[in-house]
C-alpha cells in the first residue's frame, strides 16, 4: 500500500482537541478484564474451549513469528483502499485474532502485530471524511468485514496501545515510531461517521426496512464503544439506539419492532435467524445493564427456538423466499441467549437454550467447535468469550411439532416424524406464500420432503449474488413457475408497487393460517394425522385461493401427503394450471392400471403475459408433451435413480384433465447431483374453475417402485368435490381412508352409501382389515360432529377430537 502521507500538522491538530472525558476501560466490545480469569479456566477445564484456543493460536501464530523478524510482510499485502474485500478482511481479521491471544496470554508480541496493523489502517483513515472514509470502498460491506474486525483490534489491544513505550512500524519510513491514539481516535469518529452518516437523511422511527442496517450495527456498535470521549461516545450510542438516520436506522425504534410476536425477523427463512441481533442485545445489555434491555425483548430470544422446528427429517431447512436449506444460525443464537440468561438469571431461557445446544451438538457428534473464519459477520471466536459450560447430561428427544405457522411468510409447515429412520421414513411439508423483503411470488406454494430428499421443492435462492440478477432467477425461480402452486388464467403475477425490489413484480396479498389441528407447535391429538389449511385472497389476479395440506401416517416406514387445492377467478374462469415439480431422471404417467398414457408435443407453456418479468415463467419449461382430456384417474412416479426412491402421485377421476411433463431449470441445493439435472415438472391444466372442483392429489414418497396406495377416488356432495378416498395395502392390512376437507367449518356433508355424516371442515375415517378384523379410527381436525357406520364422534371445545373403535 502506499505510504501514511502523514504531515507534521496532526501532532497540532490532535493536541489542540484533548479534552477528553473518561474514556471506556478495555476490552468492552466482546469482555471486560475481570472477566478474563474464568475464560482461562474454561480453557483449562473443558475440550470445546481448549479447541477454540488451540484453532486461534493456529490462525495466528506463524503470522506473529513472522511478523516479529520481519514486519513489512504483512503491511506490504494490505492492499490499496477501494478494493480488494477478502485480503482486507483477511488481514484485519488477524489483528483481531492476535488481540485476542494478547488479552489471553499477555504476551506483547500478539499485541505488536495487532497494532502494527491497526496503525496502518486508522492513520490513513484519519486523513479523511466521514463521507470519503473507506477500506474495500462500500458502506455496507465495510462496517461487516473490516470496521467490526478493526474494531476489535483495538479493543483487545488498547491497554498496549496507550503505554508510553508503545511504537509501530511505519511501512513509508521503514522505522519505528509511537503510536498516536489522537490518529486511532480521529480514524473511529470517522468510521462512525461513515456507517450511521448523519450527513444523509433522518430515520422514520417504525419505518419497514431490509436486514441490511441489522448486519451493519455490530460494525456501528464496536466502533462506537472505541471513542474514548464519553460524551461524544453517548451521543454516538444514542443515534446508534435511539435517534438512527437512513442509513443506520434506529435500532430501538425501527429495527427492533420490526420483529413480529413470534420474534423472528420477517424476511426468507435464511436471513430471519439474524443472530446479530442477539448479539448487539447482549453488548448493550452488558455495557448498560441499568437500560435492562434484555427484559423487553424475551419474544425475540424465544423465537430462536422456532427454528428447530422449521428442519426436515434431514435437518436440512424449509425454504421459502430467497433462501437456503444449509445455511443455520441457530447455535450462535443459542449461544446468545444462553450468555444472556446466565447473566441475568433467566432460568426458563437459559435450560431451552442448553437444551437446543445440545440437541445441535448430539447432531455433529459432539461440541466440536469449528474456527473458520468467514468474510462477513465473523463472530466465530466469541464462543471462547461467551461459551457456557454445558452439563454432560443425555440429551431428550427433540420435540418436534406437527403443526408450525410462520406468520409473516403466511407458511404453514406439517409434519409426521417416526422415532427409526427417521430420515426415510419421516414427512414434512409446507404451504404457503406472501410478500415480504427476500420474498418470491408464489401463490400458495408447496415444499415436499420424502425418502431422504426434498422431493418437492420451493425454489430458493442461488448460490452466488450475481445470479441472483440474471433472467433465469428473476423470470423463473422468483415467480410462480418456479414453484409448486396454480396459475389462475395463464396470467398469475404479481405487483412491482410495493415490492421489495424494483421491477420483480414480487408484491402478492399474504396468505393466511385459517384452520390447523394441532395448532402452532402445540400437541397432536394422534401422531397419524394433522392438517393445516391456508387462504388467500388475492387481490393482484382477482382470485380466491385454498390449500389443505395434510400428512397421513399408514405404518411406521409409510405415510402420504393429502394436498387440496381450490382457486377460482372472480372475473372469467377460463383455466387453472397446477404446478408440480420434483427431483429425478424420469417420470411416468400412467393410469391405475400401469398403462402409459400417450403424450405429443406442445408449445402450450411458451408464453408470458408480457410484463418485466415475464410472468408466469413457464417459458423455461422444455421438452414439454401434453395429453389429450383425461377424466380417468391418473398415477404418477418420479424416479430418483442414484439410490432408488420414488415419489408416488396419485390423481382422481371424474374432472377433465390435460397432464403436460416437462423439464425444468435445475433444484437449487439438490442432493446427489441433482443440483446439476433437470428436474421433472407435470403442470395439470383444467378448463374453468377449480373451487368445486379443486386440484386433489395423493404423494406418497417411497424407497419402493411400487406404491403401497392401490386406489383413490373423490368423495362429493352433489357435484361438489369434498375430499377423496384413499386406499392402501400393507401386505394383509387393508387401509381405507375416506378424507373430507370442505370450505367452511360448519359445512355439511353426508353420504347415505357410506352411512357417512360430518358437519364441519376436516375430517378422516380409517377403516383397517387385517386377518378378518375391522376397526375404525374417527378423525376430526376441525369440526363438530362425525359418524360413519355405528361409529359417533363429537368434538370438544376446541373442534377436534380423535377415537379408536373396534368393530
Known sequence: ???????????????????FAQSNKHPVIWITEEEREQVIANTEKYDWAKSILGQLHEHVDAFMVSHKSNPEVILKSIPTFGGNLNEHNRILTLAAESGMLYYLSKDENYAQLSADIIAAYTYPLALKTPQTTQIMGDAFH????????????????????????????????RQSQPFQNEIAQQAFKNIVGNILQEYGESDKHGQFISNHPVLTAPGALYSILCIDDSVERERLFNVF????TKHQPSFKHTILPMFSGQGIWPESLSYSFMPNISLVLNIVDRIKPEMNITKD????????????????????????????????????????????ASRRGYTALAKESMEALKKNYAAKGGRKPNMSNTTYDNSNFLELFWGVPIPETNVGEISYKPTVIVEHAGVALQRNYVKEYNELYGLCGIIGGAHYVHSHLTGISMELYGAGYVMAPNAGLPATVEERQIPLHEHYYRIYAGNNTVVVNG???????????????????????????PKHLEEPITDKFSFATQYLKDEINNADQERTLSVIRTSDTTAYYFDMFRSKSLGENKFHDYLYHNIGDAVHLTDLKAKELALTETDRYQNDIGDVVHAPGWRYFEDTKTTEQVSDAIKVRFDIKYDNRYMHMFIPGDVSRAYTTALAPPTREAKNGYVNKKTQVLAIR???????????????????????????????????????????????????????????????????????????????????EYKGKESTQLYIGEGENLKYKKCKLKSDASKKAFQVFDN
Not at 502521507?5 to 496532526?10: A, G, R, S, T, Y
Not at 439506539?241 to 438512527?244: I, L
Not at 421489495?500 to 408484491?507: D, L, R, S, T
Request: contains cysteine; positive net charge; proline residues 2%.
Open 1 to 19: 500500500m502506499k505510504g501514511f502521507q502523514l504531515v507534521f500538522f496532526f501532532s497540532v491538530l490532535f493536541c489542540s482537541n484533548l479534552t
Open 142 to 173: 465495510d462496517p461487516r468485514t473490516c470496521y467490526n474486525m478493526l474494531a476489535l483490534a483495538f479493543d483487545f489491544t488498547y491497554t498496549f496501545l496507550n503505554k508510553n513505550q508503545t511504537h509501530i512500524y511505519n511501512l513509508n519510513t
Open 241 to 244: 439506539w435511539e435517534k438512527g
Open 686 to 768: 383444467q378448463n374453468g374453475e377449480a373451487w368445486d372442483r379443486p386440484f386433489v392429489s395423493v404423494f406418497e414418497p417411497s424407497l419402493n417402485p411400487k406404491s403401497s396406495i392401490e386406489a383413490v377416488e373423490h368423495l362429493k356432495s352433489g357435484t361438489k368435490i369434498v375430499g377423496i378416498k384413499v386406499v392402501t395395502r400393507l401386505g394383509e392390512k387393508t387401509i381405507t381412508d375416506h378424507i373430507i376437507s370442505q370450505d367452511d367449518s360448519k359445512a355439511i356433508y353426508k353420504n347415505t352409501k357410506l352411512k357417512l355424516a360430518f358437519r364441519g371442515r376436516f375430517a378422516i375415517i380409517r377403516s383397517e
Open 297 to 340: 425483548y424475551q419474544h425475540i430470544f424465544n423465537g430462536n427456538f422456532l427454528f428447530t422446528n422449521l428442519r426436515h427429517p434431514d435437518r436440512r431447512f424449509v425454504r421459502f423466499g430467497d433462501s437456503k436449506r444449509n445455511n443455520d444460525f441457530t447455535e450462535a443464537n443459542y449461544r446468545y441467549a444462553l450468555h444472556i
Open 491 to 517: 396470467t398469475s403475477h404479481g405487483r412491482d408497487e410495493g415490492s421489495w425490489k424494483g421491477k420483480a413484480n414480487v408484491w402478492q396479498n399474504k396468505t393466511i393460517n385459517i384452520a390447523a389441528e
